[in-house]
């Protein structure tokens, strides 16, 4: 714990000295910060700090920087999440020794990189996209301070990707409506409204970057399956893919029910090849409660 308080600290001072000049947001200075730690400035002091403890540091900074912002996008995954989506990813991709996953809407990294400091004994590529610059900047200057390769795109991510498909796509996926409505149309869930659904266009985009029989880790809302374009969802699902599971997540995670989301996990199966498995409905227990969390595990693998 001392080494994250350390590197909090002192990325901590450099945010306010950018915002207390007026040069930036403290987000801003949280980049300043780590530029500082990359370059082994002699302001910022290093001490021994495992993988894990430096992603901790930095993560409590950026979510000062995002308690500060007013940018409706500026969400970081909160580490729970990431935990049990590693469990998932470990669960279903048991019997391979090497994996590539992709996050198209990578924000920070931080869903990324919990899943990745948690995944046992495999040889893991790693690809992002995301649009905002400032946040895929603090994904890029964490992955090179974790020492974690990975290939990160800035564009939208609804756009052709440089990207052959992956075995895992895992996103914690943007909700609202998309802004380019030509290029919507070009979707098969597009929708029959006026504005498509970003996350909508984001499965369907996911689908596509996923190899057949690969599957999808998506953070969605909860009201996915009940809202006026649930039906074509449905439909579009049936077609490429199975729904495997359909996972509620503890409500002490969200700060409000409205953003509460739920966890589904797809595999891509359009050229319907795949043994059916029953469909996973299952509450994920809040993760300080030890032994629910150890049944709810159980029941995972059990399904599996
Ligand atoms: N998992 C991320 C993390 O841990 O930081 C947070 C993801 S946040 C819920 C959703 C992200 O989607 C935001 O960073 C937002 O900027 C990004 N986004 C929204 N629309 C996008 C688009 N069209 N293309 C790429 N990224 C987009």
Redesign the pocket.
């Known amino acids: 714990m001392k080494a994250v308080e350390h590197y909090f600290t002192q990325l901590n001072e450099a945010a306010e000295q950018i915002e207390n000049s007026g040069q930036g947001t403290y987000l801003e200075g949280v980049v300043f910060g780590l530029e500082r730690w990359l370059l082994n400035s002699v302001e910022f002091t290093p001490v021994d700090a495992s993988k894990e403890e430096k992603r901790r540091a930095i993560q409590l900074a950026?979510l000062k920087g995002m308690r500060k912002s007013s940018q409706p996008?500026?969400?970081?995954?909160p580490d729970a999440l990431?935990m049990i989506v590693a469990f998932l990813v470990n669960e279903l991709t048991q019997e391979k020794e090497a994996i590539r996953l992709f996050?198209?809407?990578?924000?920070?990294?931080?869903?990324?990189y919990?899943v990745a400091n948690y995944l046992q004994g495999k040889e893991v590529e790693m690809y992002g996209?995301?649009?905002?610059e400032l946040?895929l900047q603090l994904?890029s200057q964490t992955a090179e301070l974790l020492n974690q390769p990975i290939e990160l795109f800035l564009?939208?991510?609804?756009?052709p990707l440089l990207l052959d498909p992956v075995d895992v796509t895992l996103?914690?996926?943007?909700?609202g409506y998309?802004p380019d409505d030509d290029h919507a149309a070009t979707f098969e869930l597009r929708g029959a409204q006026e504005h498509a659904y970003?996350h909508h266009l984001?499965i369907e985009q996911a689908m596509n970057y996923t190899k057949e029989g690969g599957s999808l880790l998506l953070?969605v809302p909860t009201n996915l399956f009940s809202s006026p374009e649930a039906a074509t969802l449905h439909g579009y699902l049936s077609r490429q893919g199975q729904l495997e599971a359909v996972l509620q997540l503890p409500k002490e995670i969200f700060k409000t029910e409205a953003s509460a989301k739920a966890l589904i996990i797809i595999r891509k199966d359009s050229k319907k090849t795949l043994p059916k498995r029953d469909v996973l409905l299952a509450q994920v227990p809040s993760l300080s409660n030890k032994k629910s969390m150890e049944l709810f595990f159980e029941k995972v693998r059990q399904w599996k």
């Open positions: 950026i996008n500026h969400q970081m995954t990431g996050d198209p809407a990578i924000g920070t990294g931080n869903l990324m919990t996209s995301e649009i905002d946040l994904a564009q939208d991510s609804l756009r996103s914690d996926l943007p909700v998309y970003s984001f953070f």
